[in-house]
């Protein structure tokens, strides 16, 4: 059975422009959630998809958007990109018939210049 | 604020001993709680979840959680140098999981052969 899968592995960016992540989930898995892991932080949830629908959102500027697709994938978006939005930006699907259990990516790494 | 507080170590334990972690939540109302483990490079990994009071073990792992205390806590029996990471205490407040999940910062183990 394949993992959550997210593309790409390592992106560097200039300030200013925007870039979008993609997370496909583990087949089956309706709920897709964000979450950001810088080393001061550590991790800090950013939203989370059921349906298609935004379920809830953490307390991240509007600069950070997300969306789910009908076949579950999920993308994140964060425009006018800043330093500090240098992290390792995680996705986790879930299942509700494995009591919420979130199982995880292996992450984008980001890198603002 | 939906805290969850954890020891952030490091946490030294001979190889064979039993390692403890421990974690407190201040949202009364939490629902699931969750133990990860993460690699250092490597993106998050379930280990245990636990739902209601009391003890739950798998293998040499077991969770407890004591819900009027507001804390969970981990106890890895036998323990090995493959057990060397940082374990991550995670938080759902929502019993439909919409919240996604809160973590604590991380416990950094080192297991001492």
């Known amino acids: 059975k394949a993992g959550v899968t997210q593309t790409p592995r390592y992106l560097i960016k200039t300030r200013g422009q925007q870039v979008t992540l993609s997370c496909s989930p583990i087949?089956?898995?309706?709920?897709v959630s964000w979450y950001q892991q810088t080393p001061g932080q550590g991790l800090q949830f950013l939203f989370e998809y059921f349906s298609e629908t935004q379920r809830n959102k953490g307390n991240f500027p509007g600069r950070f958007s997300g969306r789910q697709f009908s076949n579950s994938r999920s993308e994140m978006n964060v425009s006018t990109l800043e330093l500090g939005d240098s992290a390792l930006y995680l996705c986790?699907?879930?299942?509700?018939?494995?009591?919420?259990?979130?199982?995880f990516g292996s992450g984008t790494r980001l890198t603002v210049v | 604020q939906k805290e969850v507080e954890q020891n952030s170590g490091p946490l030294s334990v001979p190889e064979g001993a039993i390692a403890s972690l421990n974690c407190t939540y201040s949202?009364?109302?939490?629902?699931?709680f969750f133990w990860y483990r993460q690699y250092s490079g490597k993106s998050p990994e379930l280990i245990m979840s636990?739902?209601?009071?009391g003890d739950k073990e798998d293998g040499r792992f077991t969770a407890q959680l004591n819900k009027a205390s507001q804390y969970v806590s981990l106890l890895i029996r036998d323990s090995q140098p493959s057990d060397s990471a940082t374990y991550l205490c995670a938080v759902n407040h929502s019993g439909g999981g919409a919240d996604g999940l809160t973590f604590g910062k991380g416990t950094h183990l080192i297991i001492q052969p």
């Open positions: 636990i739902y209601s009071n």
């Open positions: 986790a699907s879930s299942s509700r018939t494995q009591n919420y259990g979130y199982t």
């Open positions: 949202d009364r109302g939490s629902q699931s």
């Open positions: 087949s089956g898995h309706r709920s």
